[in-house]
């Protein structure tokens, strides 16, 4: 049982590039988030997705978009990579709003 | 705006000494609440959460947690805390109002000295 998968775990981009990063769980959850965890500011809400071709702003949503295709998939995109994008990106999923959230192991991405 | 605040970024403790992390939040409508645990370069893991009922929920390791409603708090203790209790401890809410998203504290670190 893999719970929730993070592609990749660790990435270096030069400013004005472009990536994506995968998230993939296989516990039929409804619920997919993603976050960005830097010292000292614990975790915030980038974008969130409530079901399968639905995704939603978060709380620090500028310069990321998302797309929700399928439901086991959560993809974040970045379009033109920034130094204030350096950062820990957890994805993370949930049955329901009320449930317990799965986290991944984490992407590092560090933007020069 | 609802938010989720964690008093102590850092919090030093002996060996075998009890603990207490301060979780408190903005609002005092029905809410669901979290504690996780992050361990170094892992993600987080849920620790133990209160959806409703008795008001002191308890995890398996040893740690509790009461909801205090008046108080919006949501503080974690151990009496007894061990080297492998070294850690990040994050509190999360989720506002009824605000039912999709789950929002979470800044975090605590927690190192034990032996």
């Known amino acids: 049982n893999a719970g929730v998968t993070q592609t990749p775990k660790f990435r270096v981009l030069k400013t004005g590039q472009s990536m994506t990063l995968l998230c993939a769980q296989d516990m039929n959850h409804e619920y997919m988030y993603w976050y960005r965890q830097d010292p000292g500011m614990g975790l915030r809400l980038i974008h969130y997705?409530?079901?399968?071709?639905?995704?939603a702003k978060g709380e620090v949503p500028d310069g990321y978009n998302v797309s929700r295709l399928k439901k086991q998939n959560f993809l974040l995109g970045l379009e033109s990579a920034a130094p204030s994008q350096t950062s820990v990106y957890f994805c993370?999923?949930?049955?329901?709003?009320?449930?317990?959230?799965?986290f991944g192991q984490g992407t590092r991405l560090t933007v020069v | 705006a609802q938010s989720v605040t964690q008093l102590d970024s850092q919090v030093p403790v002996f060996e075998e000494a009890p603990v207490e992390l301060r979780c408190n939040y903005s609002?005092?409508?029905?809410?669901?609440l979290f504690w996780y645990v992050q361990y170094p370069n892992q993600g987080l893991q849920l620790l133990l959460k209160y959806l409703s009922g008795s008001t002191l929920v308890e995890s398996i390791n040893g740690f509790e947690a009461e909801f205090n409603k008046s108080q919006t708090s949501f503080h974690l203790r151990k009496p007894s805390v061990h080297i492998s209790d070294t850690a990040e401890y994050f509190c999360?809410?989720?506002?009824?109002?605000?039912?999709?998203?789950?929002?979470f504290g800044s975090g605590t670190r927690l190192s034990i000295r032996p």
């Open positions: 999360a809410v989720i506002f009824y109002s605000s039912a999709s998203k789950i929002i």
């Open positions: 609002s005092s409508v029905s809410v669901y």
């Open positions: 997705s409530v079901g399968e071709g639905t995704t």
């Open positions: 993370a999923s949930s049955y329901h709003h009320n449930t317990e959230a799965f």
